[in-house]
């Protein structure tokens, strides 16, 4: 009797000496998550923003433009649209799998399914990030030509002159100019949340593999 009291309190001893690092190990965890998942939101809220923007710049123009026959064209023609159509396809990638992220993320599948916590945090950064690079890319490769004109490069060349309607040209300068000012910020947070998400993904690795031993060895004396 007094043998198996004793293999018990070592047991007991066993689990309680791994508690303090399972503690701290869940403490980081939880930080790291936190993190992740405001970097995420804020994401979300640049991305709606630049969808906002994008889509209002495309609009703006669909409705002004016109032919190539009238006298006094609002747009030039040698112009590109495909910047801000980039911006608006990418921006709204970038809202569905930050939106992915926020609902699926937090979802911790213990017992080293690790596999599943890449799937739903690192690859919707991964994407996010891909599709920033993409919009920031198409912007800057048309933008810099001298001989075709983008939403951005119209409208700032004629934002001072007053306008009463459509397209208040002062007003897609600024817009455009947030829209990709937005999208360049994306790229370094969405590095900084795979970072995060990795760490995440190495501490839930640690505390499975700490935490799962030591109550198969406590088991047995417990009976």
């Excluded at 018990?8 to 992740?36: A, C, W, Y």
């Excluded at 609009?59 to 910047?83: C, E, G, K, M």
């Excluded at 002062?170 to 999208?183: E, K």
């Amino acid at each position: 009797m007094s043998e198996s009291k004793r293999q018990m309190n070592s047991s007991e001893f066993e689990v309680d000496s791994h508690d303090p690092p399972i503690q701290s190990k869940v403490k980081t965890l939880g930080l790291l998550d936190n993190v992740r998942t405001a970097l995420t939101a804020l994401t979300l809220l640049s991305a709606l923003t630049i969808l906002a923007v994008s889509a209002d710049a495309l609009s703006v123009y669909q409705a002004t433009h016109l032919p190539d026959d009238f006298l006094l064209p609002l747009w030039p023609a040698n112009f590109n649209i495909r910047p801000t159509t980039a911006l608006v396809i990418c921006s709204a990638i970038v809202v569905v799998t930050s939106s992915v992220s926020l609902g699926f993320g937090r979802i911790k599948f213990l017992n080293d399914q690790a596999v599943l916590n890449a799937i739903f945090v690192l690859v919707p950064a991964v994407t996010s990030l891909i599709a920033a690079i993409i919009a920031i890319s198409f912007f800057y490769t048309v933008n810099a030509s001298t001989e075709v004109d983008t939403v951005q490069s119209w409208s700032c060349q004629w934002r001072d002159v007053a306008m009463t309607m459509r397209p208040h040209f002062g007003t897609l300068c600024r817009q455009s100019q947030a829209g990709i000012g937005l999208a360049v910020a994306l790229v370094p947070i969405q590095v900084i949340i795979l970072g995060v998400a990795a760490g995440e993904l190495v501490v839930l690795k640690a505390v499975n593999a700490v935490g799962v031993p030591s109550r198969k060895t406590a088991s047995p004396h417990t009976f």
